[in-house]
Structure formats: C-alpha cells, structure tokens
C-alpha cells in the first residue's frame, strides 16, 4: 500500500464545501485506503481520488451524523465503487467509538477489509502531519484585530510539547512529548454533546450547524448576568471588566416562570450556552498546560467547526487565564484529525519471506548437506520489472561449482578476515564491548568458513552470495547491525563534495556523450571494489577523488566502457 507524499501540498480555496480539499500534486501512487472517524455525535470520511492526468490528485472530506448510520455506510459504498479497485485491494481505517459499536455492520455492508486504528492515536498522527506539511493549516483567530481576525501560523520550528485540546460530544485532553508519545493529562464531559443536547431542549433547531448559526445573531448579555450588573461598570482592581460573565444564565432565575417562554430568545440562549462551555473548555485547558509549563494548544473536533463566536471565546478564555502568553491555536481541518491520522496509519505493508539463518547452525545426521539453522523474517525482494525472464533469473552471476572456485572464496574470506574485524573495531569501536563482540564474529564465521572448506554444500547450494549472506548473518549475532554505517557517511561526505563539479562536467557534454558519461559513472560507482584497501587509505586521507579510484581500476574501466557503448548504440536511432 502507497504512502500519501505532501510535496507541494496545500489547501484547495475554491469552491463552497465546509472544508477544503487537499491537493498533492506529486502523488503519483495510488492511495487505497478510506478512513472513517466515528464518533458519538458526528461521523468523518476522509479518502484520496486521483487527477484524470498522471499526477497528483486531492484528499475528501465529509461528514455525517452518527444516528444516521446507513447514511454514512451507503456513502462509502459509493466511494468503494468510485475507486475502480476490487475490494480485495481495499481498506477501510477506522477509528472512534463507533469503529468498534459499528464494526461488524461495516464489513458485512462494505465487503471490505476493515481496520480499527486507536483514536487518540490517530488523533496525534492527523495533527503532526497537518501541522508540519500543510501550509496555512494552523491559524489563531482574535476579533480584537478588527480587519483581520484571522492569522495564520508559520509551523514551529519545534512542535514538542503541545497540548491537543479535541472537542467531541466530550472533551480530552492529550501531553504530547513525541511522535510516538502522549498521556491523556484531562478532560471534561462538558463539550459539543452538552451544547447540542441542552440546545435540543431549549431551541427548536434541528441540526448543530443550525444552532451556531443562531448563536451568531443572539446576544448573551440578555441571559447572563454580567460584571456590569453586579458592580454597575468594571471591577478594574482585579481586572474584570463590565461585559465579563458573572454568572451564565444568571438572569433567567430572576424572571418569573410564566414569563421565561416569551422574554429569553433561542438565539440569545445559544450565544450563552455556546459561552458557557467555550469557556469552560478554555480554562480547562490553560490550567493543564500550567500545570505541566506547555505553551502550545491546538484545538480540534467538529464542537469548533470554523466558528468564529466558537474560537473567538476559546482564544479569549486562554489569553485572559494566560495573560497573553499563550496562543489558542485551531487547525482550518480540525474536525478530521482523527479519520486523516487513521488514513495516515494506513502504512504500507511490507510483504516478508522467510531465510534460513546458518549463523548459529546445528548439524543434524551424518549428511553432507544436513545442517539447520533459525529461521529470519525478511522483507521479499521483488523481481526488476524489465527483466526477460524474471523466474529464470539469479543473481548469482559467478557460478562456485567446481572445488577451485569454491576454495578460491572461501580462502579470500578467511584471508581478509582480519582485516575486516580491524575495520570492525575502527569504526564500531565506540559501540559496547566492540573489540570483545568482533574477537566473537571472527571465530564464529572462520568456523563456518573451515566447516564449508570441507562440506561445500552444508547449508545448502554455495554461492558468493551465500557466503557474504553468512558473513552479515554473523555480523548481526554480535551485534552489528550495519559495520559501515560510518563509511557510508564519510563516502557520502566526499561524494557530494564532488557533486557540482562533476554536475558541471556532465553540462558541458553532448546529449550522446553526456549518456555515455553518466552511464559510465553510474555502472563504475557500482562495480568498483569501494572497500578496497587503496580506497579506504584515499577515503581515510582525505583524497578520495571519484576519478582517482577508477584509474585504479584500469582493466575493469575498459572492459567496462566497451560494452557500455555497446549498450548506448542500443537507444541511437535507426
């Protein structure tokens, strides 16, 4: 399974949907999960489709409510249809409560794979990735700037610690330290249910979106009593001014009964219990990134919605607790972090293979060919596409069938042993008992080389790449994982050193003699004996010149250049 490359990504401004489209123009794999985020209220989908051209394609969203189960479910049928893949190629990530309360039905309706991804989880994931990839993602929003309430945030250089403050039916709190590290620190049941369900009882709106929509044309100062009521202005000695809430709904118990109906407007009631909660919540939360010294809070969950009455008051609540030291952040998709990180985790999967691993071999009966070793789970190698025939095809080029051949390398093994456990100890040596573990490595593989001397083929069919095989099997039951982790740096060092001037040399060329150049480079970095002792005596010198080390190489570069140009004459035109 492909994984989503953000190259170039951004948010798609056009067009009238509630939230904005991704577009990654450098897609060029196709993305076969579906993601869903379930939650007690409100149901997510976020899923890919691909540009009719070759490149690129955008990320969907789209929500439902979650009483309308069927609803959602008959969407997705649609979306599995639209794909054109079978449904064998398919997976659905799912998280939230409902991943699990609606799992079954979900795979039987669908008829595909269904994966549950954990929630909070997928909640980070989605974060870290929108924050970090996606430009103008992270915004603050604040009505005191009165021309432009709405800024976004540039990606901080460091994201960790933050604080994500996700706003559901209910509301938690996470820590998060790492990519791979969080603590739900708090929470509250005071959220999005609390307002939908109180506002179901006291309004006659139908929707959520309907009720926020009240909230925008009611004024709260109608319901609630404020400082001004209590003190006849601000209370300036400890910093409450006279529109500051006193009491939310604190003037309705004023009103008689029978008049409670008819004086308090449903708009007026949302703009109060909308203030009610937002304010909670943002208390809430700056008290927990107090206690645990975090500056950074992002907030998410479909509660906020782009609202600006939503965020205006959130942001309020932490400048005012914080005195201005912290920012309320929000994220423009802040409602999918959990189905965007579930299609995120959908990670591609490595299809594996099992190899015998004869470091540790055991003899078994009086056969040659009877030793048994531990079994290693690899990842499969995949036959090169442009092969003539891939299932004939080996990569064991120089046959070891005749004893001179295969006492030849065996022999040249033993003998550059000691060389290679120097070269061991040179540059694994900071590591734990280096010299100890490569003393081990060195007897454990001469005992193998000796055994093979005797009985070629004890571990099956012998070849040069059965011997290296051995030697890093070996190699990683001491404990060395990757003995030229160091040289590849220094190497890698030297080459890009190199890179513009032998940039500049290729420029310079003709179309045929550039090919023929940059073949024969490509071919030689390739062919030459890089751990040869003269190279590693240039490498560790400082003067390891690319070209220097194929002039010592004279033989190899011919033949080499010989049937290169061969190989060019096969592309020049008839």
């Given amino acids: 399974m492909a994984s989503l490359n953000p190259n170039g990504a951004s948010i798609h401004e056009l ?94 309706r669908l008829g595909v794979a269904v994966d549950r991804e954990d929630e909070m989880e997928c909640l980070i994931t989605g974060l870290n990735f929108l924050v970090r990839q996606i430009p103008n993602e992270v915004f603050t929003y604040d009505e005191r700037r009165d021309t432009s309430p709405l800024m976004y945030e540039e990606p901080p250089k460091e994201l960790f610690p933050y604080l994500l403050v996700n706003i559901g039916s209910g509301v938690s709190i996470l820590k998060v330290t790492s990519f791979e590290t969080y603590e739900r620190i708090s929470g509250t049941s005071l959220g999005g249910g609390t307002l939908w369900g109180l506002l179901s009882l006291l309004t006659n709106a139908k929707s959520f979106d309907e009720m926020l929509e009240m909230s925008k044309e009611g004024d709260n100062k109608n319901v609630d009593m404020l ?36 004086k308090f407007k449903e708009q007026d009631i949302s703009r ?51 005195k201005g030291k912290i920012k309320a952040l929000f994220l423009r998709h802040e409602g999918y972090l959990g189905a965007f990180g579930a299609f995120l985790r959908s990670k591609p999967k490595r299809r594996l293979s099992f190899a015998e691993n004869f470091s540790l071999a055991q003899q078994i009966g009086s056969l040659k060919q009877s030793a048994v070793g531990t079994l290693d789970i690899l990842p499969t190698h995949v036959a090169f596409p442009l092969l003539r025939d891939k ?58 080389l000796q055994r093979l001397r005797k009985e070629p083929n004890a571990y099956g069919v012998l070849s040069i790449r059965s011997l290296l095989n051995l030697r890093e099997q070996c190699l990683r039951e001491m404990g060395f994982n990757d003995i030229f982790e160091s040289v590849k740096k220094a190497e890698n060092e030297v080459a890009l050193a190199q890179y513009p001037s032998f940039i500049a040399k290729a420029d310079a060329l003709t179309e045929r003699e550039r090919v023929a150049f940059l073949t024969d480079n490509v071919l030689a970095g390739n062919m030459y004996d890089w751990g040869a002792q003269s190279i590693q005596d240039l490498l560790r010198s400082g003067d390891l010149a690319f070209q220097v080390a194929k002039d010592k190489n004279p033989q190899v570069a011919e033949e080499l250049g010989a049937s290169m140009y061969d190989g060019i004459r096969m592309f020049e035109p008839v």
């Fill in 15 to 108: 067009g009238e949907a509630e939230t904005r489209d991704i577009l990654f123009p450098q897609q060029v794999d196709n993305l076969t999960q579906i993601a869903i985020d379930i939650g007690g209220s409100l149901a997510k989908v976020v899923w890919f489709t691909k540009a009719a051209d070759e490149f690129g394609g955008r990320m969907n969203f789209e929500k439902f409510e979650t009483q309308n189960i069927d609803q959602l479910i008959d969407f997705l049928e649609k979306v599995i249809a639209s794909t054109g893949f079978p449904k064998d190629k398919l997976i659905v990530k799912a998280t939230g409560g409902g991943a699990v309360k609606y799992y079954e039905r979900l795979k039987e």
């Fill in 391 to 448: 299932l004939g095809y080996t990569p064991d080029s120089v046959p070891l069938s005749d004893s001179k051949s295969q006492y030849y390398w065996i022999d040249l093994l033993d003998t550059n042993l000691k060389d290679l456990v120097k070269m061991v100890v040179q540059w694994q040596g900071h590591t734990e008992n280096a010299e100890a573990r490569a003393a081990g490595f060195e007897t454990i593989y001469r005992d193998h």
């Fill in 227 to 262: 400082v001004g009521d209590i003190y006849g202005g601000d209370y300036p000695k400890i910093g409450l001014k006279a529109t500051t809430i006193a009491s939310s709904f604190g003037k309705v118990f004023k009103t008689p009964a029978e008049e409670r109906k008819s």
């Fill in 272 to 322: 109060s219990l909308l203030y009610l909660v937002s304010n909670n919540i943002g208390q809430i939360a700056y008290l927990n990134a107090q206690a645990h010294g975090i500056q950074r809070i992002y907030f998410s969950g479909f509660f906020i919605r782009g609202h600006p009455v939503t965020m205006n008051t959130l942001n309020y609540a932490i400048n005012f607790w914080s």
